[in-house]
């Protein structure tokens, strides 16, 4: 598993340790990590979505 996150040249190498690789920054530790308030409200906007784009599917397969 330690494996997956090695480099596999000195350009991707140099991208990790200097710009920064985007795949780490975004997970599910990362969830974890933010206070509890942006958590909360950020799990709202994303129900809140979801629940939006389905009931407008459901709305427009009735009309």
Same mark, same amino acid.
């Given at each position: 598993?330690?494996? *997956?996150?090695?480099? %596999?040249?000195?350009?991707?190498?140099? !991208?990790? /340790?200097? *710009?920064? =690789?985007?795949? =780490?920054?975004?997970? /599910?530790?990362?969830?974890?990590? &933010?206070?509890?308030? +942006?958590? @909360? !409200?950020? @799990? %709202?906007?994303?129900? !809140? #979505?979801?629940?939006? #784009? &389905? +009931?407008?599917? #459901? &709305?427009? +397969? &009735?009309?």
């Amino acid at each position: 598993m330690k494996d *997956e996150n090695k480099p %596999f040249n000195d350009v991707i190498d140099h !991208f990790n /340790r200097i *710009e920064g =690789n985007a795949s =780490n920054v975004v997970s /599910r530790n990362a969830v974890k990590k &933010l206070p509890k308030p +942006l958590k @909360y !409200f950020g @799990y %709202f906007m994303a129900g !809140f #979505i979801s629940i939006s #784009i &389905l +009931l407008m599917i #459901i &709305l427009n +397969l &009735l009309h």
